[in-house]
């Protein structure tokens, strides 16, 4: 080779030196600079995971500070199948094996799981302490835990109808848990680490302490000891009497306060899942019922509000039986004359029906729904809430009417009841109830505070004074709650005895009823209200038998709890009358201490404020004569089946009512007041038969 073509040679190898030395330095150029920030994400992407601290949900407490829900740490046990061999010594078949032996589970399930070849799939959450040290010292590849945390209810099933629980992912799924979600829930809390090949994190080192996401807490006006009484005492009527269920709610009448609330049956929410629907069930909420006598105090309060009576204005209870369109209404005992005061003392349905009737509707359904019946109370949002029945007064028959002032033809919520019981021993103050306290943020800051709140003033403080002594004389000897009496703390109270409505709506059950009592102590200073319902009781059904155990119970022991002292006074009911104060207004004085007037403007368009309600100034005829004042317009009648009754002088609504069940094909003429009739009265009739009736228009 000459040195022409030894020249040539050596410059094409320059040249390709060149070129690749070139190329070199342009990639090297283009990885650490054109490209150095994709490149940077995609290798910190591979190395790089993402620790979760977990998210602690907020405590729930009672009003004394004590847990009813908290969160605890527990580990679950994951898998990242790709990790896991399908062949080898180690694979996974052995490795669904060894944990379907260790913790029970279906090794085809697990089996399953792992072939599935995802990087994180849950086998178990949560495992106990033992069934974590038992899957850690098989060293299985692949298998790995996840540090979470779960509701625990430290009292079990305490207020737990009312408590709920909280699902496997930490969300509310019923009661307080579910309406409060917003604030005990916490978001995650992730920390940026480095990981193997493997996936396994590198936590070198952490500057500070790590913390995990925490929920705000919520605060109970509940207190848990009183909590504990009330479901001992429930508990302890429903096995005694043979209740299908029960209820029980104690509030503090000054505040709206609700202090305790029990349901049987219940149910533990550590284990909610092996509970049915019938025991999760919050019945106060959701179970509305017909009252029966209790509902009479309300009927009474509202006539001696209006001044169409006074505590002893006599009322005629018709020695027992009085017939109501085409019904019969009875009485216990063949009572006689009553003033309003024994109407209460011995709960008599005819008294109570005679005094609804000259409210009359319009005025006794105003009344009551000013009582807040009929309407949902929103308390602390919890779901499931029913408003009971109490039907407009345009869409009552004449013996609804009667039936609703002596507590049927209507229902309502034990919460209701105690509202409007609370009310009568609040001065006629009516509160809203509530049950959440405050809520506090992770540093213990409040968010959230719940304040007494008054609704509205339903009666004058005369009017519920009066109603607070005829609930006295029915406790005292007598009376229909004597049982109900408080050795140190005198009650103030009624029974009530409600035959069930049939599952159709039409008729009562016959042998079922729905027994309670509702009343409130001390007598002369209400410190809580207490209703007790019992629910089909088989050993026996008044409620002055079945129901004032549990009440006398509850009131014995949570009275001394709250650092409230017996007294010596007997509790002799205490009168009060209506005068003048030194500044003109009108106030009540009760045992010599005057009482200023509380009048409570209400809000514009309050469907309880179109009637016009007077406060206790009316001086009603000491005289009146309600056997011949009440049911004027619908006078007793002699019916018997199959035989023509007596129409005379009844209007043609009337005559609709009486003649529905004959089934006669009748022809009207004119209007106003019956005048003749064919057939005439007496007259055997039958389905089908062909009748006229004529009026005096």
């Not at 944990?99 to 399953?112: D, I, M, N, Y």
């Amino acid at each position: 080779m000459n040195s022409k073509q030894m020249k040539t040679r050596l410059k094409w190898v320059c040249a390709i030196f060149a070129m690749v030395f070139a190329a070199v330095l342009y990639k090297s150029f283009s990885l650490t600079v054109l490209e150095r920030h994709y490149l940077k994400g995609k290798a910190d992407a591979e190395i790089t995971g993402h620790l979760e601290l977990g998210a602690v949900r907020g405590e729930i407490f009672d009003a004394n500070g004590e847990r009813l829900a908290a969160s605890l740490a527990v580990n679950s046990l994951y898998a990242d199948a790709s990790l896991i061999p399908a062949e080898g010594e180690v694979n996974r078949e052995t490795v669904a094996l060894a944990l379907s032996e260790t913790l029970g589970l279906e090794r085809e399930w697990v089996k399953g799981k792992l072939d599935s070849g995802k990087k994180f799939i849950y086998l178990k959450r949560p495992l106990s302490s033992e069934e974590y040290e038992a899957v850690r010292a098989l060293k299985l590849p692949g298998i790995g835990f996840k540090k979470e945390y779960r509701r625990a209810y430290p009292n079990g099933s305490l207020a737990s109808n009312f408590l709920g629980f909280v699902g496997i992912d930490g969300q509310g799924l019923e009661g307080l848990e579910l309406s409060l979600d917003k604030f005990l829930k916490a978001g995650q809390e992730k920390l940026k680490v480095k990981q193997d090949r493997l996936g396994r994190f590198l936590v070198d080192k952490i500057d500070g302490e790590l913390e995990q996401n925490r929920g705000a807490s919520a605060v109970l006006t509940i207190d848990r000891r009183i909590q504990y009484i009330t479901e001992k005492a429930l508990a302890k009527a429903v096995t005694n009497y043979h209740a299908k269920s029960g209820m029980a709610l104690v509030m503090n009448p000054r505040t709206g306060a609700v202090i305790s609330a029990a349901v049987w049956p219940t149910y533990d929410p550590n284990n909610y899942k092996s509970a049915d629907n019938d025991s999760r069930r919050n019945r106060i909420l959701t179970d509305p019922f017909e009252p029966g006598s209790t509902f009479k105090i309300f009927v009474v309060a509202a006539a001696l509000e209006e001044g169409l009576v006074t505590p002893e204005t006599t009322v005629f209870a018709e020695n027992g039986a009085f017939r109501v369109a085409n019904h019969t209404v009875r009485d216990t005992h063949n009572y006689g004359d009553l003033t309003i005061s024994q109407v209460i003392k011995y709960s008599s349905n005819i008294g109570s029906l005679k005094i609804g009737a000259i409210l009359q509707k319009d005025l006794l359904y105003n009344y009551l729904t000013r009582f807040s019946f009929g309407e949902k109370t929103g308390l602390a949002h919890l779901s499931g809430e029913a408003p009971g029945v109490l039907r407009h007064p345009g869409k009552w028959h004449p013996i609804d009417e009667a039936n609703i002032a002596f507590g049927q033809g209507l229902s309502v919520t034990a919460l209701q009841m105690v509202m409007a019981m609370s009310s009568l021993a609040n001065d006629g103050l009516l509160m809203r109830p509530y049950i959440v306290d405050r809520v506090l943020d992770s540093e213990g800051r409040i968010i959230e505070k719940h304040e007494p709140q008054i609704l509205r003033q339903v009666v004058s403080p005369l009017t519920a004074r009066q109603v607070a002594a005829m609930l006295r004389m029915a406790v005292q000897k007598g009376g229909t709650a004597t049982r109900a009496e408080v050795a140190g703390y005198p009650v103030a109270g009624k029974t009530g005895t409600a035959q069930k409505v049939t599952r159709g709506g039409r008729g009562y059950a016959e042998g079922k009823y729905v027994a309670s009592f509702i009343g409130f102590a001390p007598y002369h200073d209400p410190q809580l209200a207490v209703m007790v319902v019992l629910d089909e009781p088989s050993n026996g059904y008044y409620g002055g038998t079945v129901a004032t155990p549990a009440f006398k119970e509850i009131m014995e022991n949570a009275l001394p709890l709250l650092d409230i002292p017996p007294t010596s006074d007997k509790g002799d009911p205490v009168w009060p009358i209506l005068e003048r104060n030194s500044g003109g207004a009108p106030g009540v004085v009760d045992g010599g201490q005057p009482t200023n007037f509380i009048r409570v403007r209400l809000k514009k368009n309050d469907r309880r404020a179109r009637e016009p309600i007077t406060f206790g100034e009316k001086k009603p005829d000491q005289s009146l004569n309600l056997a011949d004042a009440v049911f004027v317009d619908m006078p007793a009648l002699d019916i018997a089946p199959g035989v023509m009754p007596d129409l005379q002088g009844l209007t043609m609504r009337q005559v609709l009512d009486v003649m529905g069940d004959y089934e006669l094909e009748l022809e009207f003429s004119g209007s106003g007041r019956v005048i003749g009739q064919s057939p005439p009265p007496g007259t055997a009739v039958m389905a089908g038969q062909s009748g006229s009736i004529f009026f005096d228009k």
